[in-house]
């Protein structure tokens, strides 16, 4: 039996009523997911103080990290919620790799390592690799020979923070060296006052903070800068959530002005800080 002229076009209707339900169906569960779930966002933070980047847990909110932390989370109209637990600058990358942090802000620096891990936003701050040399033993070492000379070829006792960018840059900057890793960087300067180690690594702020701090250390120890290595300072995104990366990278563009600071201006705001 033939079927009507009507009764194709109600089983076309039915049909086309039937293939206008799926895609809507479909664009429903495709829905993109918000950039921050929960109305907040989770913030790894350090749980030491790095002035003037950020403060010691529980020390306050002022710091261009935190800054930066509030300025996102309220232009993506949630709250921030800080986690203080990382005890190394890896543990905040540990935090994203596992999902229990949206973000990592805290001087954490750029590396190809954490690179295969996480995402990261473009550099705020970008700095020069320096050296924490022990004056006595730099001269033993040099024997009258200018550093920059023997420098990368240095095979004495190279300081790092564990867990820092410096400890992963020391093997290739440094092949030769015998790298001891400290938990921290007051044990580092330490190792340097007493003379146990020959040099210390990390950025030229850090450095220059350190002397700006205790000046006596000019007489004990000099500082080098790595005029060709550069550290570049960027925020860490979960790897999962690229939306929120171009999110911060549009923040960073947008309402900080493309703004990337260096050692000066930082080491400026810090001894602003500690007049204040």
């Known amino acids: 039996m033939s079927l009507t002229r009507r009764t194709l076009l109600a089983a076309g209707g039915g049909g086309l009523l039937i293939a206008q339900a799926q895609p809507a169906s479909a664009q429903a569960d495709s829905a993109p997911s918000p950039i921050a779930a929960n109305n907040a966002l989770r913030i790894a933070m350090p749980a030491f103080a790095s002035d003037p980047f950020f403060p010691a847990d529980g020390a306050g909110d002022k710091g261009i990290d935190m800054e930066l932390a509030r300025g996102i989370a309220a232009e993506l109209g949630v709250e921030p919620v800080f986690d203080r637990s990382a005890a190394t600058f890896d543990g905040m ?72 960018s410096f400890a992963t840059y020391a093997a290739t900057t440094f092949p030769h060296a015998q790298v001891r890793r400290f938990a921290g960087w007051n044990t580092v300067v330490d190792a340097i006052r007493n003379g146990t180690i020959d040099m210390a690594y990390r950025d030229d702020f850090e450095i220059k903070k350190l002397m700006v701090d205790d000046p006596s250390m000019t007489v004990v120890a000099r500082s080098i800068t790595l005029t060709d290595k550069v550290d570049t300072i960027a925020i860490g995104v979960r790897p999962d959530n690229p939306h929120l990366a171009a999110f911060v ?9 493309q703004q990337v600071l260096n050692t000066d201006e930082i080491i400026a705001r810090y001894r602003l800080g500690s007049k204040a």
């Open 249 to 257: 990278d549009l923040y960073l563009d947008l309402a900080r002005g």
């Open 93 to 164: 990358v540990k935090q994203l790799m596992s999902g229990q942090a949206d973000i990592a802000i805290g001087k954490l620096s750029r590396t190809l390592q954490r690179g295969r891990s996480i995402l990261y936003s473009r550099p705020y701050a970008m700095l020069h690799q320096g050296l924490l040399a022990n004056r006595l033993n730099l001269a033993r070492i040099t024997q009258g020979k200018p550093p920059e000379q023997i420098i990368r070829d240095f095979s004495g006792d190279l300081g790092v923070i564990e867990g820092s």
